[in-house]
């Protein structure tokens, strides 16, 4: 025979019970909510292009001139300097060469961030972006060498170089200060993939 239990009413359990399930109750909830409530995010630092956007920028050249083109052109040749050594390099299958080549595009961008900014809003931040892509043209292909030669997002490699390309002479026209450089209106030029449409 089963016995049923008999509940005593809220109202008449003694002070020590209502407290002691009270506590109860209150930590199977505590953990109930830690268990199903996401995790607030620790902060963390700010990302590089936020932090260049809220302080003045430390690059050293922050418009077109001379010595900007100058450097520009520099900066640029030494980053198809080492796209060309890059593509020796894995030509020749020297794959213990990839760290240090790779450590070679780390000390360009790194460059590129002194001399033009971090951020591609800033007057010269093309030629950084043009070191951003060639870095992730060469980053691509150490990923597909170490992938049996087969590239992470296919045509990646093709893309970063076109980024590159187009980057590369934007970076020199906004280095030049000959070039009037007055915005077009997007009535007069609307950019379409990597084509310039003008009506």
């Not at 070039?179 to 993939?193: L, S």
Request: net charge positive.
């Amino acid at each position: 025979m089963t016995e049923r239990k008999h509940s005593t009413p809220w109202k008449d359990r003694p002070a020590a019970e209502k407290i002691t399930l009270i506590i109860g109750w209150c930590v199977i909830a505590s953990l109930m909510a830690y268990a199903f409530l996401p995790n607030k995010p620790e902060p963390s630092a700010p990302l590089p292009s936020a932090a260049s956007e809220a302080h003045p920028s430390t690059a050293r050249y922050n418009g077109p001139s001379a010595q900007a083109l100058s450097s520009a052109t520099q900066h640029l040749l030494q980053l198809d300097s080492a796209m060309a050594e890059g593509m020796q390099i894995l030509k020749a299958g020297q794959l213990g060469e990839l760290n240090a080549h790779s450590q070679r595009f780390k000390s360009l961008l790194e460059g590129s961030y002194a001399q033009f900014g971090r951020s591609v809003f800033q007057p010269l931040g093309k030629c950084t972006s043009a070191a951003v892509f060639a870095n992730s043209w060469w980053q691509a292909h150490v990923t597909a060498i170490r992938q049996g030669g087969t590239e992470a997002i296919p045509g990646s490699i093709q893309s970063h170089l076109g980024e590159y390309t187009l980057n590369r002479a934007d970076c020199l026209q906004s280095a030049n200060p000959s070039v009037e450089t007055a915005a077009p209106t997007i009535d007069q030029t609307r950019r379409i993939g990597q084509r310039t449409y003008q009506p």
